[in-house]
Structures are given as C-alpha cells and as structure tokens.
C-alpha cells in the first residue's frame, strides 16, 4: 500500500526523531487521515530491523481494527495480550495490548524492560493516565510513539509533560484543502439553549446536567433538523443513553428513520450496517461512536452534547469528515449555548489555532444564524476582522512607541507587519518551551532590532529567532527597517523586499529625513 504524501512524510519525521535520540514523540492527525495505516508502515520498519513492539489501546475496537489495518497493509500478523489471550511464546514480532490487561502488575512481570523495543500508543491523548504510566515506565528504554488526532491545547501541555517532541502535525484545514477530508460548512441554529445550570466535573460539562438542561430542547432541534436534515445522512451525539431513546423517538415522529446504538445494544453490528447501508437515515448515541467507527457517507453532524475538551469535539465531528461519492460536504450543526463559561467547543474549534480568532469566528457565524458557511471561509473572515481590530490598538501603541523614541521594535509590532498569525498565537507545548529566553536568546534579538521583554518564553524566542533567520535569507525587511518605515506611517513593511525598504530610506534620507511629496506613506505599496 502505498502511503500518500503527508503519511509518508510523517513516518520519515517520526523515524528522524528516534534516530536523533529523541525517544518519545507524538504524531498528530486529524480523523480520516489514515492514522493507523501510518503507525502500521513505521510498525513494518520496526519489525525488518528485528524490533518487537507493542500497539497499545484502551478498548477491543481498537486493538482489533490496528491488527487488521497492519495485517491488510503490510501483511504481518500480530499476537494479543488482552484478558485471558497472552502474546507469551508467540513468534509474532508484534502485540497489540489492552492496557487494562498490561496494567495489573502481575501480567506485567512477566515481561522483561526490554521485551519491547518500540511501543505506539493508538488515542495518545489518554496515555497521561496512571494506566498507561505503569506500563509506559515498565519498559524505560524503549522508543514511544503517541498517534492521536488533533488535540487541545491543555491536552497538548499534559502531553508535553510525557512526550519530548511532536514529530509531525497534519492540520484539518490541510487536509481539506488538499482534498483528503471533506469541506465542513457549519449552520448555527438560532435556538439559544440555557447551559447555566450545567455544572462541571474533571475538567467538561456534567452529562447528566447536560441531559436535564437539554430535555426541553429536544422538540425544538426535532423542528429545525427537520429543515435541515431531512435529505442528510446524520449521527448525532447526545449526552446520555436515555436521551439518545428519547430523542431517536422523537425523531421517528417528525419522519425520520432514526435508530439508536448504546454500550449495552445487543444488535449494535447490525443498526451500524443497517445505518450504513440506507435504512435509517439517522443514528442517535451517547458518545459511542467517537472512536474506531467508520462511516464515510455521514454527511451532517449534530453535537447535542456540548463539551470544553477540544479533541473530544474534533472526535465526534471527525465520524463525518471522511470522502465519499457524491457527498461534496460535511453539514455541522452548532446550537447558541447559553453559558456563562467562554471555553466551550464551537465549529471555530476545529480550524482556529488562535483562540482570538475562534471568538470572533463563533460571534461571526451566531450573527449568520440559519445560513450554513464553510469553516475555511469563516476562519479567513474572521481573521481579517481580528487584524483589522489589532491594527486599530496597534496605532495607538505606535504613536506611544514613537513618543517614546525606542531603538527596538516592539514583538507585536513585527508579528503584524508580517502578518503572522502562527507568532501572535503561540502556545508553548513542550517543558523547554517554557522556560523563560535564555540570556543569548535575549542578546541576539535585541541585535536583530526585536525588543526582547515582552517574549515570555524560550519557545516563542526561538521561533521569532528562526522567523528572522528565514526573513534575512528571502531577502525580506529588517526589524529597523520596519520600526523606521511603520513609525513613518507606512504600512505592512514587514511583507516588503529588503532593497525595496532600503531604496526608500535612501530617498527619505537624501531629503533631508523627509518623506518626499510625491510620497504618501498610507497608500505606498512595497512590492
């Protein structure tokens, strides 16, 4: 099997990062970019150079679905160590492991610290847990890879107190416009649903406060999917089993072919194939389906139980993102949640890395109630607002930097002059990251013309370092020619060549430091 490019260049990241003496890294997908069969080819790799390794998971579903993918993908076989099969005397150079079997620490002693050379973890995003410790620190020395779709920010910090680096990141926005995952057009619905009540516990909403908040609700989204739905292949995703029957009922009055599936289904393998093949056309679950389903003719997702956890939003969106024949796009149905908590999970989610633009994007669609829009558009609209409302604050904070006649250009500043997004909404990950700049770092930047004390963190000195670096060898402005040029009133001279900056200054200088009549800065265009 042939991997397509971004798996492919994931599996040569990942295999750099161990070579490089980096032991644990993560790999980051978003749902439908084939995950597995990526961890299957750098399984396949492990195994010609003589490793043994393990595939860990915390449920069957899994397990079984990484066993066949390797077995179709590379035609190797694996052995189980799960309840009462074990991988003991098998000549299998590969196991794949419950570990709630692996966690008992007399399965565990039967294996030496260096039975395992390589160890994957499939939905790293739960190996933080005792669980997965016990057997993680049980095998020190072997080589650790955490595959697992794109996870929040908090997920994404707890993460980076285990992993020591992010081998590779495929972004959902990426994806889609290289057309390995379907266009997603989010429709707010203008029902305002009342989540005060709803209380919190380990870090998301309370499912059965969610449920009770919900249950009035349940007639009015009956209604409007109704609208929408009707033509559509949909699961939605409800708080609790009894509100899933409840709402599976309701839909079935309103004419729609809506069946249930729930942990405790005996007859969930056939609803699952009945939903697939066309006899219902709706499939209602309390958080079943989240992982290792799938169901690539979903075409509308219903998220009627609201979360904080980004990736879990991502999960449940994710069983609909998948291509298929005739779908031209993914419906994704968001409802005004009345919280007074700001962090929960909206369509902006998805595709927003700067939490700015998220807020701006989620007010941008609630005013576009009723009227579906694609999420890339949004994201792009909503950014544009974000900088058009940081380059009205930014001009005061100019005309107070040039008062004060400083020698430096302030970090904001330059991040807006080049437009960059991926500076202005760092997020430090990683424990070095973290750390404040280290002396160098400081000296170099205030070199360059950066002022280095407003950067908090190694990780952000470090890519603007990087950034600058980049920026000298395109031939691209200076941080002085910025602060010059910009304190002059031109605008985004971060974007310009270098010798168009200098030319310029030239010709202000040689005019006796004024700027020549011919000249108006606001409208001077750099290229």
């Not at 009342?194 to 009035?216: E, H, R, Y």
């Not at 989240?290 to 999960?315: A, F, H, M, N």
Request: proline fraction near 4%; glycine fraction near 6%; charge should be negative.
């Amino acid at each position: 099997m042939e991997l397509r490019p971004y798996q492919q260049e994931a599996k040569d990241a990942i295999f750099e990062q161990w070579d490089s003496g980096v032991k644990k890294t993560l790999l980051v997908l978003p749902t439908g970019c084939g995950k597995t069969i990526v961890f299957a080819k750098v399984t396949e790799d492990c195994v010609r150079k003589g490793d043994r390794v393990l595939i860990l998971a915390h449920r069957g579903e899994l397990l079984e679905q990484a066993a066949d993918k390797i077995q179709k993908s590379t035609g190797l076989g694996c052995a189980v160590e799960k309840a009462e099969l074990s991988c003991r005397g098998s000549w299998f150079r590969i196991v794949v492991g419950s570990v709630q079997t692996l966690m008992n620490s007399k399965r565990l002693s039967q294996f030496s610290e260096n039975y395992f050379d390589t160890i994957i973890i499939d939905e790293a995003h739960h190996c933080i847990s005792d669980s997965y410790q016990r057997v993680l620190k049980h095998f020190p020395d072997a080589n650790v890879l955490g595959v697992t779709a794109t996870p929040d920010r908090g997920d994404m910090r707890n993460l980076g107190q285990y992993f020591e680096s992010l081998a590779y990141e495929y972004t959902l926005p990426k994806a889609i416009k290289e057309g390995y995952l379907s266009p997603i057009k989010a429709l707010t619905i203008p029902l305002k649903i009342d989540m005060i009540g709803v209380g919190v516990q380990a870090g998301d909403f309370k499912v059965g406060d969610i449920s009770t908040a919900l249950d009035p609700y349940l007639e009015s989204i009956a209604q409007e999917m109704e609208k929408y739905c009707r033509d559509k292949k949909t699961v939605v995703f409800l708080p609790l089993v009894k509100t899933s029957q409840k709402f599976r009922d309701l839909l079935n009055e309103h004419g729609f072919q809506a069946a249930e599936v729930n942990g405790g289904s005996d007859d969930r393998a056939q609803i699952l194939k009945d939903f697939e093949d066309g006899r219902y056309n709706v499939l209602c679950n309390s958080m079943l389906l989240t992982e290792g389903w799938d169901c690539p003719s979903v075409d509308c997702i219903v998220v009627l139980r609201p979360t904080k956890v980004r990736s879990l939003y991502c999960q449940m969106v994710g069983r609909g993102t998948r291509l298929s024949s005739g779908k031209d796009h993914l419906l994704l149905l968001d409802f005004l949640w009345h919280t007074e908590r700001h962090e929960l999970c909206h369509p902006a989610s998805l595709i927003c890395e700067n939490e700015e633009v998220a807020r701006k994007m989620t007010e941008n669609l609630e005013k576009s109630a009723g009227c579906p829009v694609d999420i890339e558009e949004a994201e792009k609209t909503a950014t544009e607002d974000v900088v058009a409302q940081r380059e009205e604050a930014l001009a005061k904070q100019l005309a107070e930097m040039k008062r004060r006649k400083k020698k430096l250009v302030d970090p904001l500043q330059f991040e807006m002059s080049i437009q960059a997004e991926d500076l202005s909404g760092y997020v430090p990950a990683f424990g070095w990251e973290m750390a404040p700049p280290s002396d160098k770092q400081k000296n170099t930047l205030e070199k360059l013309g950066i002022l280095p004390d407003q950067i908090e963190n190694a990780g952000k000195a470090a890519k603007i370092l990087d950034r600058l670096d980049k920026r000298h060898q395109e031939g691209l402005t200076t941080p002085k020619q910025i602060r010059f040029l910009e304190g002059r009133g031109f605008q985004h001279v971060g974007t310009w060549q270098f010798e168009t900056a200098r030319k310029l200054i030239d010709r202000i200088a040689a005019n006796g430091w004024r700027i020549p009549s011919d000249i108006i800065p606001q409208e001077y265009k750099g290229a």
